[in-house]
């Protein structure tokens, strides 16, 4: 029989840890470790990629309104000085009012992105032709002023129909006619409410020019008129996904246009005036 000590305490044990197992747990820890540090760099290069192809395309989307911007907002003035040009080699004559309705058809039909062609006398009366959102050339003429007639053009440019009459028109009282009077030379407006028809209210903007005679005496004022719902279809078609939104807002933060389906202003529903909306107030979700 074995003698016990008990004053001896017992011996530790300490776990049997294998060879292999010493061996192959940091081998696995360096894997992890390379992986996970691969797998983070890998990340955060495809975000630096995906990032920069981001910010590359938005430059290219940029660029391309920018440019259609630039040729869409060349053609009105363009037009101004083609007609003066013509007024003052007396290719066309003011007073002449059959001949100059039939000279700027023809011009709305070259010219299908602007909204309208017209000029202003220094007398009060006008001469135009609109587009309206069918697609219709209109002529707007003063007759018996202050009253100013629209008739509606046929594909040959002829008379078909009086569409209304408005009783009280002077073009010396449009903003585009008093502001290229006073700089005396090609002026840009700035954004208004059209008054062609209170019934579907639009925004535009209107390049005008003075035109004087060889005295230099001050004739009248050429204009075109540019409609921001042209721009809004542009972006419209631009949009790159579902989710994307492509606006144009002015310094003060009113929009201009946009590529959403919303208008860029609201109209109160007795008066038909516009009011236009803030960035703020955008909401086309």
Do not use: C
Request: charged share 20%.
């Amino acid at each position: 029989m074995r003698n016990l000590n008990p004053s001896q305490p017992p011996k530790p044990t300490f776990p049997q840890i294998s060879l292999r197992l010493f061996l192959v747990v940091p081998f696995i820890i360096q894997i992890f470790v390379a992986v996970g540090v691969t797998g983070y760099l890998s990340f955060r290069h495809g975000q630096k990629a995906v990032n920069n192809l981001a910010n590359q395309l938005q430059s290219q989307v940029n660029d391309r309104i920018m440019e259609r911007l630039k040729n869409y907002l060349a053609i009105p003035p363009l037009i101004n000085q083609i007609n003066i040009n013509a007024t003052q080699a007396g290719r066309i004559n003011l007073p002449e009012q059959m001949r100059l309705e039939r000279y700027l058809w023809q011009q709305m039909e070259t010219f299908p992105s602007v909204y309208s062609i017209y000029v202003g006398s220094q007398k009060g009366s006008i001469i135009g032709i609109n587009r309206d959102n069918d697609g219709n050339l209109i002529s707007k003429i003063s007759e018996d002023f202050p009253k100013r007639s629209f008739y509606l053009l046929n594909s040959q440019g002829n008379r078909s129909k009086l569409v209304r009459v408005q009783p009280n028109y002077d073009s010396r009282t449009r903003p585009w006619f008093i502001k290229a009077k006073a700089k005396k030379k090609p002026i840009w407006s700035d954004i208004y409410q059209f008054a062609f028809d209170k019934d579907e209210p639009m925004l535009g903007i209107t390049a005008a020019q003075p035109i004087y005679n060889e005295e230099e005496r001050f004739q009248g004022v050429y204009a075109v008129d540019l409609s921001l719902s042209f721009i809004s279809e542009f972006l419209h078609k631009l949009r790159l996904s579902p989710s994307s939104r492509i606006l144009i807002i002015e310094r003060s933060g009113l929009l201009v246009a946009g590529s959403s389906v919303q208008k860029p202003f609201t109209v109160d529903a007795k008066t038909k005036e516009i009011q236009r909306l803030n960035i703020n107030n955008i909401n086309d979700d």
